[in-house]
């Protein structure tokens, strides 16, 4: 894929992980960079996306997404239904 008439968007970044979408030759492209302290940022996965498939993507992600945020309600909300057992002194 030539990086001529690529356009990169803003990159996700954490401690030791970075994400990267571009768009590249009628293609969508997601890159994941890893941090090695001796190397810096190394490519560990390039993933070409057809430009159709974007509207299904973002909507797996939302799903995904959707999900993650339903489970951890349902835990918080699991630990509030929790009694204490009553101490006597």
Do not use: Y
Not at 9 to 17: A, E, F
Not at 48 to 74: F, G, W, Y
Not at 78 to 87: A, E, N, T, Y
């Amino acid at each position: 894929m030539g990086s001529n008439n690529a356009k990169k968007l803003l990159p996700i970044v954490t401690d030791d992980q970075k994400l990267e979408v571009s768009l590249e030759n009628g293609n969508a492209v997601i890159k994941l960079s890893t941090w090695s302290n001796d190397l810096g940022w190394c490519g560990q996965k390039t993933l070409p996306v057809d430009i159709e498939m974007l509207d299904d993507l973002h909507r797996a992600i939302t799903a995904a997404r959707s999900a993650v945020n339903r489970k951890a309600s349902q835990a918080t909300s699991d630990k509030s239904k929790v009694l204490g057992f009553p101490q006597f002194n």
